[in-house]
């Protein structure tokens, strides 16, 4: 599922720019992915995209100083590499109340516990894209780094 995320993000500039579900399941079927990650990639989108509509009105609503207290649960699912990631996406900048929200949904959607740190930073990126919102140059290279190679060097 994965590396569907990351194809869209490298081949659609913007969400717009994406053909609707059933076309984008033949392009990535043709592309060679398996049927089973479009599938899991394509309910992962769609519940994106209703988590982004029930955020509109957190987003509306000034926020300033805020501090996010993740449960017990959240705190296990997510796993504190990134829980550490996302407060310096919000540290940055990068990650207003409302989108870190979607973030933090979008990274509880996925099967996995905790999270991978390569993982919570696809899905950063990915809840970005949506958005398209504007990302500094070094946020957006600490996005696309992957750990693993970089701790190869």
Not at 46 to 58: F, I, P, R, S
Not at 63 to 70: D, E, V
Not at 120 to 130: F, G, H, P, R, T
Request: net charge negative; proline share 3%.
């Amino acid at each position: 599922m994965f590396d569907i995320l990351v194809y869209l993000f490298e081949n659609y500039y913007t969400p717009q720019s994406c053909p609707d579900a059933d076309v984008l399941a033949h392009k990535l079927a043709a592309a060679g992915f398996e049927h089973e990650d479009i599938n899991d990639a394509l309910g992962w989108l769609y519940g994106l995209a209703q988590t982004t509509e029930q955020c509109v009105q957190l987003a509306q609503t000034p926020q300033s100083g805020s501090l996010r207290a993740y449960t017990d649960d959240e705190y296990r699912r997510l796993g504190s590499a990134a829980i550490g990631f996302i407060t310096f996406l919000e540290s940055s900048g990068v990650l207003p109340a409302a989108l870190r929200e979607i973030l933090i949904d979008r990274a509880l959607a996925v099967n996995e516990s905790p999270i991978t740190l390569e993982k919570i930073k696809i899905i950063a990126l990915m809840v970005l894209w949506s958005q398209e919102a504007e990302v500094d140059h070094l946020v957006l290279e600490e996005l696309l780094t992957d750990d693993r190679q970089r701790l190869s060097h």
